[in-house]
Structure formats: C-alpha cells, structure tokens
C-alpha cells in the first residue's frame, strides 16, 4: 500500500523566505503528484499538478519538483508571504487501484510578519 | 474557475440518524468522488463512482454508505446509521480522467452527537 510521508509536519519562517516543503512516497508507480493548500477547517485548494513523465511545474511562486524513480517530490515556495500560512498537502495517484489518491499528513507552515 | 459545490457545509446529526452529503462536480467530469478527514488525520478515500457505478470503495466505506447520481449534476454520499466516529471533515472531488488531477470540493463537516 501507498505510504507518502511530509517533512517537516511544522514550519515557521519570517516573510519573505524561501522554503522547501519535502514528500516521500513508496510506490513508485503513479499517474500523477499534486499539491494541495488547506486553510483551517476549508477544503482542498490544487495548487499544482505533476504528471509522472514531468520533472517540475511552476505557477507562480510556487516551484513543484519530482522525482520519481526515488520516491521524492519537493515544494519550493518563493518570497513567501503571512497569506501563505496554511497547511500544504502532497497527493500521490497510484497506478494500482488507479481511483485512490493517498495523502500525507501534511506539512502547517506558518509566515511570521 | 470551475468549481465542486458542496452542501452543506456544516451538518449536526444524532447518532443513529440518516444524513445525505451533497455534491456538484465540475459539468465535463466523468469521475467523482468521495474522502473524509476525521480532525488531525490524513485525508482518506472512500469511494470512487464511474459510469453510474462504484468503480472502487475503501474498507471504509461499508453497507452504511452508499452513493448516488441521481440526475445529470448532483453526486450523493448517504450515511444510513451515523455512529460518532463518522465525524469528520467529508469532501467531494471530481475529475475528467481517472489520472487526470481531482478538483476537491470545500467539504461537509458532518458532527454526530
């Protein structure tokens, strides 16, 4: 079964540092990574979607790497600002059982003013 | 921006009682589905839905839940018998592919008392 792991569960930078948000997982074989924001008690905003032929994906200030022979996906967050305090979800879409999307637990990040 | 609408958003339901979680999917999606994130948990899958029919279902989701497509745009999760523990966050997500990237919902918080 799917296991994808977030490092670290907690952050917290002043504003305008740039930062790495880090996702494991153990199967390798996968459709598809995405990244998703979560603000308390809200739903799941899609920040950035990488197919598993792609290496990275930018919107913005957001910078989304993959590597999927080892099993790594890394979220790189430029300038970040107070709006960007949330928390911040790695999605795996596993070939196997293809409808099933596994989560980690998630990395809260908090942008100290 | 296309969006999933879910309804409602908060619903407070005794143990024992039926409750019935709403959804919209994106109007092109052909696949929809259902998650929960019980508080401090990961999110987790519980049942994808295709062609009118489950197309898979987690352990979790077991003869209390049931799922329905009861016209062109509306996407149901009924909870037969609420026990506490079905309390959690639920979101609905739909997608064009089944390894294309999901669109979430903003979610039900469903409290069972």
């Known amino acids: 079964k799917q296991e994808v792991t977030q490092i670290p569960a907690a952050l917290s930078v002043p504003e305008g540092e740039n930062l790495v948000l880090n996702c494991s997982f153990t199967d390798s074989a996968i459709y598809n990574l995405q990244w998703f924001r979560q603000d308390p008690g809200k739903g799941l905003t899609s920040l950035l979607l990488?197919?598993?032929?792609?290496r990275e994906q930018t919107s913005g200030r957001l910078n989304a790497s993959l590597d999927k022979s080892s099993g790594r996906s890394t979220l790189y967050i430029a300038a970040s600002q107070p709006g960007d305090s949330a928390t911040y979800l790695c999605a795996v879409l596993t070939i196997i059982g293809a409808n099933n999307l596994f989560f980690g637990t998630g990395t809260r990040l908090t942008v100290i003013p | 921006e296309p969006e999933v609408t879910q309804t409602p958003s908060h619903q407070v339901t005794q143990m024992g009682q039926e409750v019935i979680l709403r959804c919209v999917p994106i109007?092109?999606?052909?696949?929809f589905y259902w998650y929960r994130q019980i508080l401090g948990q990961k999110v987790e899958f519980l049942v994808s839905?295709?062609?009118?029919?489950?197309?898979?279902k987690s352990e979790i989701f077991d003869d209390q839940f049931s799922v329905e497509r009861p016209d062109g745009s509306n996407f149901t999760l009924k909870i037969r018998s609420t026990k506490l523990e079905d309390s959690a966050m639920y979101f609905c997500a739909s997608s064009e592919g089944d390894s294309w990237g999901y669109t979430f919902g903003s979610g039900t918080r469903l409290t069972v008392v």
């Open positions: 839905f295709y062609n009118n029919e489950i197309s898979e």
């Open positions: 109007s092109n999606h052909l696949y």
């Open positions: 990488i197919q598993s032929s792609q």
